[in-house]
C-alpha cells in the first residue's frame, strides 16, 4: 500500500472490467471511494460515491489523478473523522483542506475533474493518496495513528469483515 501505483495506458475493455469490480467492491463495503491498490492492483484507478456537504451524493471515475487543495490564506482545515476499508470500522480525526479538486481522465481516457467540500473534499485527497502510495494513517500524528490501530484490531474481532463503514 505504500508503492505508488502506475499510470494506466491501456484503455480496453480488461480496464473496464477492472472499474467494474471497484465499483461493485466499494459498494459491497458500503465505503464512499475506493482505489485500485485495496483491491491488489497497481494502476492509478479511483472509483467515488460521495456526499458533499449539499448532502448530494456525487460519484465517478477517475484514472492517473492529480489532487489540487487551497493553499496560503484559502487553506482552512476541516476536522472531521476519516476512515480506510483497508482498516474497516476505525476513524479517527484526520485535519484536511476543506476542499479538493481532482483532474485526471475517465474510463475511456477523456478527461474528467471532480471537485467538492465535506466528506466529497477528503474522499478526493484521500484516495489520491492511496494512489501515491499514502494512507491516512501517514498522515496523523504519532498518538492518533496508535488509536486508529487500536480501534481497527477491536473492530477486526468484533465484527464480520463486510461491517459497513463510511470510509474509502
Ligand atoms: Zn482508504
Redesign the pocket.
Known amino acids: 500500500m505504500h508503492e505508488p501505483c502506475r499510470a494506466v495506458t491501456a484503455f480496453d475493455a480488461a480496464l473496464h472490467s477492472l472499474i467494474a469490480d471497484m465499483v461493485a467492491t466499494m459498494y459491497a463495503a458500503e465505503g464512499v471511494g475506493l ?1 485500485a491498490n ?1 483491491v491488489g492492483v497497481g494502476l492509478k484507478i479511483f472509483v467515488f460515491d460521495c456526499p458533499a456537504d449539499d448532502g448530494y451524493f456525487h460519484h465517478g471515475v477517475v484514472c492517473n489523478p492529480t489532487v489540487r487543495v487551497p493553499t496560503g490564506r484559502d487553506r482552512v482545515l476541516d476536522d472531521g473523522d476519516e476512515g ?3 482498516l474497516p470500522g476505525a476513524f479517527v480525526t484526520c485535519p484536511r483542506p476543506d476542499f479538493a479538486e481532482v483532474t485526471g481522465v475517465d474510463l475511456f481516457g477523456e478527461p474528467v475533474s471532480y471537485s467538492g467540500d465535506g466528506l466529497l473534499a477528503r474522499c478526493l485527497q ?1 484516495e489520491t493518496d ?1 494512489l501515491d502510495g499514502i ?2 494513517a501517514d498522515r496523523l500524528s504519532k498518538r492518533a495513528r496508535k488509536t486508529l490501530l487500536k480501534e481497527a484490531a477491536r473492530s477486526s474481532e468484533s465484527f464480520p469483515a463486510d461491517w459497513p463503514a463510511t ?2
Open positions: 482505489a485495496q480506510c476499508l483497508s484521500h492511496h494512507v491516512f470510509a474509502g
